[in-house]
């Protein structure tokens, strides 16, 4: 069973800093690649960022772009959010989450494209 598990959420005020983990279990960790997404209350769930199977490709929103890294440890399982300056925008439960085994990179930043999910962590951004 694939198992997805976020930590790292929080309070933090504007102009901030946070870093996101999620811990995989239940699959080959480094066959696929995976992404962060968010969702705002209200609001559709958007992909955030998302990273290749090896780590050399990233795709993010524009409106993180320059802000948010994406990356992963393939030999830990793990894959990473860093956030620098945080805007009340940013506010959101994130979510990590990975496709099935063999989905194309064609829209890496598309949730219907990914299969598991985590529970999600809390972000709240403060002004």
């Known amino acids: 069973e694939v198992q997805l598990v976020e930590a790292g959420g929080g309070s933090v005020q504007a102009g901030g800093s946070l870093r996101l983990s999620c811990a995989a279990s239940g699959y080959t960790f480094g066959d696929r690649y995976r992404g962060w997404f968010r969702q705002a209350p209200g609001k559709e769930r958007e992909g955030v960022a998302a990273i290749s199977t090896g780590g050399s490709v990233s795709s993010y929103a524009d409106s993180v772009k320059g802000r948010f890294a994406i990356s992963r440890d393939n030999v830990k399982g793990t894959l990473y959010l860093q956030m620098n300056s945080l805007t009340p925008e940013d506010t959101a439960v994130y979510y990590c989450?990975?496709?099935?085994?063999?989905?194309?990179?064609?829209?890496?930043?598309?949730?219907?494209?990914?299969?598991?999910w985590g529970q999600g962590t809390q972000v709240t951004v403060s002004s």
């Open positions: 989450a990975a496709p099935r085994y063999g989905t194309n990179w064609d829209a890496p930043l598309d949730p219907n494209l990914y299969h598991f």
